[in-house]
């Protein structure tokens, strides 16, 4: 059974930092491709950035580029999402995902493409 399971969200000023992390089982961490999506109240769920199986390739939404960082630790079985230079519009939930199998560069920003999810950790950006 996969488990993926999100943890580091808070409450945290404009222009601060968190780190999420995101702590998988059930599945072989180093062979998927993993990513981190977020979904504010009203709004469709976006992603943020992810990481691929092997190389460790990343990609990043423009938003959030040179802000946040995705790294992951294939010992630790985690994923991270390192979050700098916060602002009000980054407020959402932020959800972690693992692909099945098969996931290309060209899906890798659809959530349809992923196959296991956390339950969320909320982010909230306020002064």
């Known amino acids: 059974q996969v488990q993926l399971v999100e943890s580091g969200g808070g409450l945290v000023q404009p222009g601060g930092s968190l780190r999420l992390s995101c702590a998988a089982s059930?599945?072989?961490?180093?062979?998927?491709?993993m990513a981190w999506f977020r979904q504010a109240p009203g709004k469709e769920r976006e992603f943020v950035a992810a990481i691929f199986r092997g190389p460790g390739d990343t990609y990043y939404d423009e938003s959030v580029k040179r802000r946040f960082t995705i790294t992951r630790d294939n010992v630790q079985n985690t994923v991270y999402l390192q979050m700098n230079s916060l602002k009000l519009e980054d407020t959402a939930t932020y959800y972690c995902?693992?692909?099945?199998?098969?996931?290309?560069?060209?899906?890798?920003?659809?959530?349809?493409?992923?196959?296991?999810w956390g339950q969320g950790t909320q982010v909230t950006v306020s002064s």
């Open positions: 059930g599945l072989t961490f180093s062979g998927r491709s």
């Open positions: 995902a693992a692909e099945g199998g098969g996931l290309t560069v060209r899906l890798l920003r659809r959530s349809a493409a992923y196959d296991y």
